[in-house]
């Protein structure tokens, strides 16, 4: 019998990644998706088209307890990946109220669900650096304080200590992964480092003639989401249930990441960048940086892309994506060559 796993959230970033992940392990991979989701799967589900036919998704809502309720009821699953949240600390600041909803009613609902349900799942809630905001010490680390500063920082020391709280006191198998920035391709444009890519590569190709940001200094821990993923699993394969930071232990500043997407495409930012206050928010957190040791030590979790790699995959990525738009697909046809190899040398000039 496959192993089998849920995981909110699967049509994220991250939940795409653990899917692959997880599928390439064996295990039987199940999937909770909003309703809409289904109703525009070309829409909604990008990141996961290439896995729908090996996948079993569900309709459920964080917002509602009998939808998680009744999957939980109805499966037995070995391990539940809680992934789905509103993950945009800028629209926290928006629509507070929305974002505490989702993300610390939506743990305790499946947390409570499967207490009552005396699920025997292991389960991993999906923390974040944001918890520690204005930070204490550096490196952060488990032991840090937190002090979050937005409504979705405060939202994931909730889940944190919900998850937490479940543990201790019906003795649960439930982790806290505290995981700092992870990126990659399938980033949501919103995001600074997607955002920043696909701005270079729109420029390159004449697509775009600036791009606009906030706060230049701010500096986070970057590392891969495919990366990541793997401590999330590794987290459950534990004796004993516990918390885990993933980090890379770099931190660059926002501006870093502008000059070495720009110079993927032999450009420099300064030409095409300006600062914009929309961007910037009513409480920032200035500095993240990792020390990922007990994951290292524990979990034998090491990342594998670095810094630059991360740069380099993301913006060449966007040329490929954006190359349809004048035609390199066909173009490539034609002259018997792929259009990752075509951007490739439009990297290079
Ligand atoms: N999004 C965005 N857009 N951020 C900008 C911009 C802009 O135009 N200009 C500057 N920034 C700065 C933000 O102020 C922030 O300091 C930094 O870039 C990173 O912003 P995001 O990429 O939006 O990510 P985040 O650090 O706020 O949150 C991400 O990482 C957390 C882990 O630390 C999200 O993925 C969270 O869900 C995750 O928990």
Not at 157 to 186: D, Q, W
Not at 256 to 276: G, H, M, P, S
Not at 322 to 339: E, F, I, M, N, Y
Request: proline share 4%; with cysteine; net charge neutral.
């Amino acid at each position: 019998m496959p192993r089998t796993a849920l995981i909110t959230g699967i049509t994220g970033q991250d939940g795409s990644h653990l899917a692959e992940h997880l599928l390439g392990l064996g295990y039987e991979v199940h999937g909770t998706v909003r309703r809409v989701a289904l109703e525009q799967p070309m829409h909604r589900m990008g990141r996961i088209a290439h896995l729908l036919p090996r996948l079993k998704l569900h309709a459920a809502s964080l917002e509602s307890y009998p939808s998680l309720f009744r999957i939980l009821g109805a499966h037995d699953f070995d391990e539940i990946y809680h992934l789905a949240a509103q993950s945009f600390v800028a629209e926290s600041f928006e629509d507070g109220f929305s974002t505490m909803n989702a993300n610390v009613n939506g743990t305790h609902y499946l947390l409570a669900a499967m207490r009552e349900l005396k699920s025997r799942a292991r389960f991993y809630f999906a923390g974040s650096s944001e918890m520690f905001g204005k930070v204490r010490e550096t490196p952060q680390r488990e032991s840090t304080p937190f002090h979050p500063r937005s409504p979705y920082g405060i939202s994931k020391v909730s889940g944190f200590f919900l998850t937490m709280n479940h543990r201790e006191a019906y003795g649960m198998y439930c982790c806290g992964g505290i995981l700092f920035n992870h990126e990659g391709p399938r980033r949501g444009h919103e995001f600074v480092t997607r955002k920043i890519t696909g701005a270079a590569a729109r420029i390159k190709l004449g697509l775009a003639g600036e791009l606009r940001l906030g706060n230049l200094d701010a500096r986070r821990d970057w590392g891969h989401a495919a990366d990541y993923v793997r401590a999330m699993h590794l987290m459950l394969q534990q004796d004993e249930p516990d918390d885990y930071v993933v980090a890379t232990g770099e931190t660059h500043s926002v501006r870093e990441f502008c000059e070495l997407a720009f110079q993927e495409v032999n450009l420099d930012y300064r030409d095409w960048l300006k600062t914009d206050e929309r961007y910037l928010r009513p409480a920032e957190v200035d500095l993240l940086v990792g020390d990922a040791s007990k994951a290292r030590e524990r979990l034998g979790w090491t990342p594998r892309v670095s810094f630059a790699g991360l740069v380099r995959e993301m913006v060449r990525a966007d040329l490929e994506e954006l190359s349809p738009k004048l035609d390199l697909g066909a173009l490539a046809a034609r002259v018997g060559t792929s259009a990752s190899r075509i951007a490739e040398a439009a990297c290079a000039r």
